[in-house]
Structure formats: structure tokens, C-alpha cells
């Protein structure tokens, strides 16, 4: 049974990558494949970039995983009937699935602390300057001209 549980996991994920891909199309509307180039020209937010889109995968894979663990689980709750190394078993993929779950999270968050970090003394400096600069000067021409 549990060959078979195997099998039909292994074909379903198999057969729908192809899937998957076929719904890509390129940043420009293009199809595949896709112009790479150099995919971090340089400077801190570039490599931010490149590390929130790594994350997204890692979080998308990560939460599939443990939607997959728990449903498993599930199935062995069901099959158990009582046997306590089946629901040992099946609680072990729980955990599995919240230790997934619990990855995800944090490889969200990592990128989002190195981001703040990064950017930290750009966002101060940018915001100051903006204020004191644009809005101040832009309130007090917009008075002069009204009156």
C-alpha cells in the first residue's frame, strides 16, 4: 500500500511539472526560453532580490510539502486502527509537516531581516531628504502661487 501511495505521489508530481512549466512565459510576454543575463547587476538590493525570489520558491515548496505531509498523515490516521507505531507514525509527519511549515516562515523572514539591515540607513537618509526637500518647498510654491 504504501508502494502504491509512492507511485501515485511520485506520477502526480511527475506529470504536472510539465504543467507548470508550460504556463511560464518570459518577463518581456515572450515565450521560453528566456534572454538570462547577468542576474545581479550588483548593489545590495540586487542581491535582495535574487534572495526573495530563492525564498519564494523555498516558501511555496515548503508549504506544498507540508500540505503533502499532512495529508499523509491523515491516511495513516485512518489506516492506524489503533496500532500505536501507525499513529506514532502519522504523528511524526505532523511534526514533519510543522517543521516545514516552520522553515517557510523563516526563510521569509531572513530575507526581510537582511533587507531592513541593508537598507536600513538608506531608507532614513532618502526620507529625510525627501521631506525637507520636496514637500517643504512644494507646500510653500504652491501657496505663493495661489495667492
Excluded at 508502494?3 to 505521489?9: D, F, H, R, T
Excluded at 550588483?42 to 523555498?58: E, K, P, Q, S
Excluded at 490516521?77 to 502519522?90: M, N, R
Aim: with cysteine.
Amino acid at each position: 500500500m504504501k508502494k502504491l501511495i509512492l507511485v501515485i505521489a511520485t506520477l502526480t508530481i511527475t506529470f504536472s511539472l510539465p504543467v507548470v512549466a508550460a504556463a511560464y512565459t518570459c518577463p518581456g510576454g515572450g515565450p521560453p526560453p528566456c534572454p538570462l543575463g547577468n542576474p545581479v547587476p550588483g548593489g545590495a538590493g540586487d542581491v535582495l532580490d535574487v534572495m526573495d525570489r530563492v525564498t519564494n520558491w523555498m516558501f511555496t515548496g515548503f508549504l506544498a510539502l507540508a500540505v503533502i505531509l499532512v495529508i499523509l498523515a491523515a491516511y495513516e490516521y485512518l489506516l492506524a486502527q489503533g496500532g500505536a507505531e501507525e499513529i506514532s507514525k502519522a504523528h511524526k509527519m505532523l511534526i514533519y509537516a510543522a517543521i516545514a511549515i516552520g522553515v517557510a516562515v523563516l526563510a521569509k523572514g531572513i530575507v526581510n531581516a537582511a533587507r531592513k539591515i541593508a537598507q536600513g540607513n538608506n531608507e532614513t537618509s532618502s526620507v529625510s531628504s525627501g521631506t525637507n526637500g520636496g514637500t517643504t518647498s512644494g507646500n510653500t510654491a504652491a501657496g505663493n502661487t495661489a495667492s
